[in-house]
């Protein structure tokens, strides 16, 4: 079940050309499982029509004929008590005054008037108008009233000139919609660091040794604890992903880089996600390793054990209450990722198989078991990445009770 699945979402649209991101926003929060109502603003039907938001919703979009017709009535007052959220994007300089000053003369405005629920506005408009104190006062009053804020973005401006004023991305706004919806979520107030994929241990400067991890499940795992409304912070080896919306991200390379990071940490739990590498070379060459020189003689060394110097470093004090690790294993799953929990004195591991074709690196599916330091187990069946981390973070919420 994502943050967003049957959620109540209006999407308010206004008269701004971003209002074709906006076609991709609702197709987005569609895809996320939500019930996104579209009400566009005159203006907003000029650039975009109901029909578009309407092919990717699936529902019907709400125009200002609508505020005049038969359910004229109810209407703007039905969508203000059944909204879980209302986010208006892109939002105009005229619609962000009407809104800081309580005009309601349009659906979208007179809505806005009526819902008590969360407000989310993504302006969008030239540099100038941007600028002005009435746009920044007017945003002023929003911010201090609890609606939040998201961008404008710097960059080319339809006006041709250069600034900010570009409404967010639509995967910004759908990032910044889904903290907003889970922050009174289980693990609200509470700090989780996640690793994710796979390190990378340089040979020389130019070629390093690493693995098949895709980061898929880290990310996965660092998004469902943000939308349990958890304060996150991803440190990831190179991956090919998308940084989650609102986590802090530590980008880093090496085995060492990653345990540095993690020690620089403290936190509720550790959800070591990461592949890391096991051996590194031990002495990497400065300069690119030339072919005329023949084929390099590489000697591995071992390379440092995070979970297991955590362990050790918690011994004095506690940096982080929870610790979850994996077992990533080939052979004898079970037997081994129990021997880790203990040697690697964890509260959770997830073990995994990665000999399946369906399971593990680079899939969006994985089929995992948890074994709890209490000596109880819980064999899951096959799930995305997604149901997988959500568990995670399900389990990770209760040991922390
Ligand atoms: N891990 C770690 N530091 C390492 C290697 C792994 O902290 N140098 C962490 C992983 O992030 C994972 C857990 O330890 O959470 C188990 O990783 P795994 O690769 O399955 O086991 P290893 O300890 O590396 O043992 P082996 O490779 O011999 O199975």
């Not at 967003?4 to 987005?28: E, Q």
């Not at 009400?39 to 039907?45: D, H, M, R």
């Not at 037997?335 to 399971?359: Q, T």
Request: proline share 3%; glycine share 8%; net charge neutral.
């Amino acid at each position: 079940m994502s943050i967003l699945s049957n959620k109540h979402i209006l999407l308010g649209v206004t008269g701004s050309i971003a209002g074709y991101k906006a076609a991709d926003l609702a197709s987005k929060l569609a895809q996320a499982g939500a019930l996104v109502d579209v009400i566009l603003t005159g203006a907003g039907e000029k650039f975009v029509t109901p029909l578009t938001f309407q092919s990717v919703t699936g529902r019907r979009a709400y125009t200002d004929k609508d505020l005049w017709g038969n359910e004229a009535h109810v209407l703007h007052v039905s969508f203000g008590k059944t909204a879980d959220l209302l986010v208006i994007a892109p939002c105009t300089a005229d619609t962000i005054a009407k809104l800081a000053n309580g005009i309601a003369d349009n659906l979208l405005t007179v809505t806005a008037l009526a819902a008590r629920c969360p407000l989310v506005i993504a302006p969008a408009m030239d540099g100038g108008m941007f600028d002005h104190p009435a746009t920044q006062e007017n945003l002023a009053k929003l911010k201090e009233r609890g609606a939040v804020i998201v961008g404008p973005a710097e960059g080319h401006l339809a006006s041709g000139l250069t600034g900010a004023g570009r409404m967010s991305e639509p995967a910004e706004i759908l990032g910044q919609v889904r903290i907003v919806l889970g922050r009174n979520g289980k693990l609200a107030g509470k700090r989780i660091v996640v690793t994710a994929g796979g390190t990378q241990e340089a040979l020389d400067p130019v070629r390093a040794i690493t693995n098949h991890s895709s980061g898929k499940q880290g990310y996965a795992i660092a998004q469902a604890a943000l939308d349990a409304g958890a304060d996150v912070c991803l440190i990831t080896a190179p991956t090919a992903l998308t940084q989650p919306v609102g986590a802090r991200v530590i980008k880093v390379n090496s085995a060492m880089e990653m345990l540095n990071a993690v020690l620089a940490e403290s936190a509720d739990a550790l959800i070591m996600a990461a592949a890391v590498a096991d051996f590194t070379p031990k002495t990497p060459a400065k300069n690119k390793m030339k072919k005329r020189d023949g084929i390099p003689q590489v000697e591995l060394t071992a390379a440092v054990d995070i979970l297991g110097t955590v362990a050790s470093s918690q011994l004095s004090g506690k940096r982080f209450h929870i610790v979850v690790g994996f077992a990533a294993e080939s052979q004898n799953l079970l037997e081994n990722a129990a021997e880790k929990l203990k040697s690697k004195k964890l509260d959770l591991i997830v073990a995994n198989d990665i000999s399946a074709n369906d399971a593990g690196f680079a899939v969006d599916t994985n089929r995992v078991t948890f074994l709890f330091a209490n000596g109880t187990k819980e064999i899951l069946p096959l799930m995305s990445k997604t149901e997988v981390a959500e568990k995670i973070i399900e389990h990770t919420s209760k040991l922390l009770e």
